[in-house]
């Protein structure tokens, strides 16, 4: 698979058209901590507000708040999120997407918790325009490839309809 071409391709127009997305959820901080093993203040992901099994994509939301910590050294003239984060943040939603496509599941079980995962690699990424203070980002994530061991996803992250980042991020699951 070409990754840099991939990456080129999903600079400016969305993964899916938000309305597509087949099942529409609403799950927030505190069922996303029953699945991925991020915690404050390195929980990045908001909200999961949708999953679409034939796409095998996820979408959720975060909102930059204004007193988060990192802006007081990026930057304190020009605060602005930091592009490790940004692929973070489109790694924890991808990490989400794992536990429904896995449970084939629009609701998080009882018995749910996070897989143990470590990071591989970031395949790649595009840096388009700045995340700043007091932003809704939608995040966007999709499955490219799972054997069982290793996985890869692309991701973007959009505000007002424009692609800010886009990503490619490797993990492996160590169950």
Do not use: W
């Amino acid at each position: 698979m070409d990754y840099d071409k991939l990456l080129r391709q999903h600079r400016k127009k969305s993964l899916v058209n938000l309305e597509d997305v087949s099942h529409k959820i609403d799950l927030g901080r505190e069922e996303i901590k029953r699945i991925i093993p991020h915690r404050e203040p390195f929980l990045l992901v908001d909200r999961i507000t949708g999953i679409d099994f034939s796409r095998e994509l996820i979408t959720g939301s975060r909102i930059i708040k204004e007193n988060d910590p990192v802006f007081q050294g990026h930057f304190p003239e020009y605060p602005v999120y930091p592009g490790c984060l940004e692929i973070e943040m489109i790694g924890q939603l991808g990490l989400c997407m794992q536990y429904f496509l896995k449970n084939r599941t629009t609701k998080i079980h009882d018995n749910a918790s996070p897989a143990p995962v470590r990071a591989t690699r970031v395949v790649g990424a595009y840096f388009l325009e700045p995340l700043l203070p007091e932003m809704e980002v939608i995040l966007i994530a999709k499955k490219l490839e799972y054997d069982g061991f290793f996985a890869k996803m692309i991701g973007q992250a959009i505000i007002d309809g424009k692609v800010c980042c886009v990503s490619i991020g490797e993990v492996c699951f160590l169950d």
